[in-house]
């Protein structure tokens, strides 16, 4: 299978913050168990409806997140596996995140506990270039 073009995950999360972030890498697996980086990207959810304004979140609630990945172009040989890490920091590559609704820069952060939902009402997703659901 041949990746070539912008993929995307959307997600449904949660979390018991005002604010988290989203990363997540797209790794290809080899037969022998290595895992390669083919793409990754991260989303602050407090900027998940505009860049232009801030809106906290509400701990529980559930909200739809899409993490673009940058565009990329890849192989998959066979006997090579898709993986799709996703956390909430890929940190020194992305600033940290505070998850308190405040900048790193200001000192004082807090564990998120976040949560993925994926069930018929809420379909988390890797969506791939030329796939069902490419927009």
């Known amino acids: 299978m041949v990746l070539e073009g912008t993929a995307r995950v959307d997600l ?3 979390s018991d913050r005002p604010d988290t972030d989203i990363a997540v890498r797209l790794c290809d697996v080899y037969p022998d168990g290595r895992s390669m980086l083919v793409a990754d990207g991260i989303w602050r ?10 809106e906290w979140m ?7 997140v899409t993490v673009p990945l940058p565009p990329t172009a890849q192989a998959f040989l066979e006997g090579h ?3 799709v890490i996703v956390s909430s920091s890929n940190y020194p590559r992305f600033g940290l995140n505070s998850n308190m609704g405040s900048d790193e ?6 564990v998120a506990t976040n949560h993925i ?3 018929p009402d809420h379909p988390s997703v890797l969506v791939l270039p030329g796939g069902p659901g490419e927009q």
């Open 12 to 14: 449904h999360v949660s």
């Open 45 to 54: 959810l407090r900027y998940r409806n505009s860049l232009e304004r801030e």
């Open 58 to 64: 509400e701990p529980g609630r559930i909200y739809r």
């Open 81 to 83: 596996r898709i993986r």
């Open 105 to 110: 820069a200001e000192g004082s952060t807090a």
């Open 117 to 119: 939902h994926h069930d």
